[in-house]
Antibody, heavy 116, light 111 residues
Framework: EVQLLESGGGLVQPGGSLRLSCAAT????????MTWVRQAPGRGLEWVSV????????NYADSVKGRFTISRDNSKNTLYLQMNSLRAEDTAVYYC?????????WGQGTLVTVSS | QSVLTQPPSVSGAPGQKVTISCTGS?????????VHWYKQLPGTAPKLLIH???NRPMGVPDRFSVSKSGTSASLAITGLQAEDEADYYC???????????FGTGTKVTVL
């Protein structure tokens, strides 16, 4: 059974940093692209970033480009999102999802709150 | 960042049919990229409803069907049931930006 478990969310001040993790089990992690999607309170889904199975390809939404870095450790079956220069508008539940698109498996989400 | 446009809400009585539109552009749906659909209940992660334009994952009833034309796609729910009350999102790929995009989301209310 595929399982994705995010962690690392919390309260951070504007301008601060946070690193999210997504531990994956139940599939050959390194064979699949992975995606981060976020959802601000009361708002819709926003695609954030994608990484290829090998980690050699990454891409970002304009809203986070230059501030967020997606990475993965295939030996640990773990996906990461390093978030720097955080802004109030980054406040959201962050989900990791299997595959680049057509996500059949999602984590439960981790809440990031950017506030002073 | 481009987004796909959906109506904020649609509603229908039990047993009726509702349709959710997803309007994009020539660089996403209009470019022939697949459209995927998700259902999200409050406080939970989205669930894949339709992938690769027309494919329903196991367990998704055939009351859910999709169509696509030009720069738009639609999700139809027939025989509306109380359990269909949720938020629905479309998703596609924008080849001009090389990014994936979600629709703005539609709340389905069962009257």
């Amino acid at each position: 059974e595929v399982q994705l478990l995010e962690s690392g969310g919390g309260l951070v001040q504007p301008g601060g940093s946070l690193r999210l993790s997504c531990a994956a089990t139940g599939f050959t992690f390194g064979s699949y692209a992975m995606t981060w999607v976020r959802q601000a309170p009361g708002r819709g889904l926003e695609w954030v970033s994608v990484i290829s199975g090998s980690g050699g390809y990454t891409n970002y939404a304009d809203s986070v480009k230059g501030r967020f870095t997606i990475s993965r450790d295939n030996s640990k079956n773990t996906l990461y999102l390093q978030m720097n220069s955080l802004r109030a508008e980054d406040t959201a539940v962050y989900y990791c999802a299997k595959d680049a698109v057509g996500h059949g498996h999602w984590g439960q989400g981790t809440l990031v709150t950017v506030s002073s | 960042q481009s987004v796909l446009t959906q109506p904020p809400s649609v509603s229908g009585a039990p047993g009726q049919k509702v349709t959710i539109s997803c309007t994009g552009s020539s660089s996403d749906i209009g470019a022939g990229h697949d459209v995927h659909w998700y259902k999200q209940l409050p406080g939970t992660a989205p669930k894949l409803l339709i992938h690769g334009d027309t494919n329903r994952p196991m367990g998704v009833p055939d009351r859910f069907s999709v169509s696509k034309s030009g720069t738009s796609a639609s999700l139809a729910i027939t025989g509306l049931q109380a359990e269909d009350e949720a938020d629905y999102y479309c998703q596609s790929y924008d080849s001009s930006l090389s990014t994936y995009v979600f629709g703005t989301g539609t709340k389905v209310t069962v009257l």
